[in-house]
């Protein structure tokens, strides 16, 4: 059976996943009209969300 992960890393797993596609998606021209700084922001977000993941996983 699958193991179910914790909430902490499914967000962090999601934020991931929208900046890489919104990334993508900017990088061939389909979401031209966004910002940078909603990238930026994306990319801040995963860090955050992973850094947060990390302390949580080394708590008891």
Do not use: D, E, H, K
């Not at 890489?20 to 061939?28: N, S």
């Amino acid at each position: 059976m699958g193991q179910s992960l914790r909430p902490t890393t499914q967000l962090f797993l999601l934020t991931l996943a929208v900046t890489f596609v919104v990334w993508a998606l900017r990088g061939f021209g389909i979401l031209t009209f966004l910002p940078g700084g909603v990238i930026w922001l994306l990319i801040l977000l995963s860090v955050g969300t992973g850094v947060v993941n990390g302390l949580m996983g080394t708590r008891r």
